[in-house]
């Protein structure tokens, strides 16, 4: 298995890229099964999660080919619908297959995801939201039978909560359905809004994209001519390495980033006396010459993303006062503390607020991967520690991020990939 070795305490600076977003880029591949012919992707993050979709489409009876960030796909031959456990157990964004096989099979049988190390996680808005359309679901023996027998129709739908998949779910079956959907309550976040804006270009007519209510008028089963797509670049990939450039109180910059969508980030960053600069498609980082506290709580697009709660723990760990974060979305996202505490970090937890107190001196140490966005913390840690730090169990960030040591190498970061 392979670990990261970080020698920390250096200041970074320079360019960096910032790759297309993961969570775009997943919906847009279960898109594709909507779709009458080849589709072209470019911008894709050569991440595992990616990989792993990828792959469940493949086993789907899809053809695709993924090279130097561009993906062809063409689900034509589709001939099974049979998401498995094998590979949804490896990640549970393979649920985006469930609305998209629906629709254009009349059934499906998806492994149900179950929890994950933030949280419960459950399914319930996806299942639902599909039984309003017409859907009959069952859950036998771990996976979501799903059968539409008369296809599936318009609905309006109002969403008990916000949900990022689940909203991405309803928005393909309703593509393909027969009437019109609307939506209430759906998800605003840019990677939703890309997906609506590929659906609409190839046929299916979506009012209101950008905001919680959507009206989509579906093709009736007539499947969609999808065009050309480039990913959307990754804002939290983006604000990950902006944290990098703050941790280490550096003058960094950043490439091929969406400035517009990194507006919470920006602020808070912003407030802890971080000087930020925006271009047309590139945003640096400056030091600041008093790291200020801040209070953070975590909430749907446009607010605070809870994809950046751990990164900025771990920065507040470094600011001059106490920092109050609270997590409001997923019940168990605290798991980076434990590994924080243990590189010297004061922080105390109650309930779904973490509380702060810095600045803290980080000290190296040996410390383990828990789940995406902790681990990206623990590396934000190891940069401002003084000595080495070893971060194990590392296959979560390859999950997310492509090329991370390599790029925080070019920043001028001491980062190895070594084998245990
Ligand atoms: C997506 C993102 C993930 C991000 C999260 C919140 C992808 C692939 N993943 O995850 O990186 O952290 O949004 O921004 O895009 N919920 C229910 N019932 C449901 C669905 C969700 O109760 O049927 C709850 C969840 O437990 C959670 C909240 O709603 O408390 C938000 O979850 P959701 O937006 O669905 O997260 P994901 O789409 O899984």
Redesign the pocket.
């Known amino acids: 298995m392979d670990y990261l070795e970080i020698e920390g305490s250096k200041k970074l600076n320079g360019t960096i890229t910032v790759s297309g977003a993961k ?1 775009a880029a ?1 919906p847009l591949l279960t898109c594709t099964l909507l779709g009458k012919t080849s589709v072209h992707i470019d911008n894709v993050p050569n991440v595992a999660d990616v990989k792993t979709l990828l792959q469940l489409l493949e086993n789907l009876g899809a053809k695709q080919s993924f090279e130097n960030n561009q993906v062809t796909i063409n689900t034509s031959d589709v001939n099974s619908t049979c998401a498995n456990y094998d590979i949804v157990r490896k990640m ?2 393979s649920i985006l297959t469930l609305g998209p096989l629906l629709a254009r099979f009349g059934h499906c049988e998806v492994s149900l995801p179950g929890g994950c190390a933030i ?8 299942l639902k939201a599909l039984e309003q359309m017409g859907a009959l679901i069952e859950i036998r023996q771990g996976y979501v039978i799903a059968k539409a027998p008369k296809s599936l129709n318009g609905a309006n739908i109002v969403f008990d ?6 909203s991405e779910n309803i928005i393909m079956a309703a593509a393909l359905a027969n009437g019109i959907t609307t939506l209430s309550n759906v ?1 605003k ?1 840019p ?1 939703v809004v890309q997906l609506c804006k590929v659906l609409n270009k190839g046929g299916a007519i979506i009012k209101g994209i950008g905001t919680d209510e959507l009206e989509i008028q579906g093709s009736g089963g007539k499947l969609l001519e999808l065009n050309d797509i480039t990913v959307i670049p990754d804002r939290i990939e983006a604000g990950t390495y902006l944290c990098a450039g703050a941790i280490t109180n550096s003058d960094i910059t950043l490439k091929n980033v969406a400035s517009e969508h990194l507006k919470a980030v920006i602020s808070k960053l912003t407030c802890m006396g971080y000087k930020i600069e925006k271009d047309k498609n590139s945003i640096s980082i400056k030091s600041s010459s008093k790291i200020l506290p801040i209070d953070i709580k975590t909430v ?1 697009y446009p607010g605070f ?3 950046m709660q751990a990164q900025f723990m771990a920065l507040c760990t470094q600011a001059n006062g106490t920092s109050v974060i609270d997590e409001r ?2 019940e168990n996202r605290f798991m980076h503390v434990s590994e924080l505490l243990r590189m010297g970090a004061d922080i105390r937890l109650s309930s779904h607020t973490a509380t702060v107190y810095g600045p803290t001196k980080l000290t190296g140490a040996d410390v383990m991967a828990t789940d995406l966005r902790a681990s990206s913390a623990l590396v934000l840690a190891a940069l401002a520690a003084k000595g080495k730090t070893k971060i194990h169990r590392i296959y979560h960030l390859d999950r997310g991020y492509e090329n991370l040591e390599g790029k925080l190498s070019m920043l001028g970061a001491s980062i190895k990939r070594l084998s245990e």
């Open positions: 969570n997943l549970r964004a949280g419960q996680r459950p399914i319930d808005l996806h909560k916000i949900t990022v998949t689940g998800a976040e990677e749907e993303p809870t994809d979305l997923f």
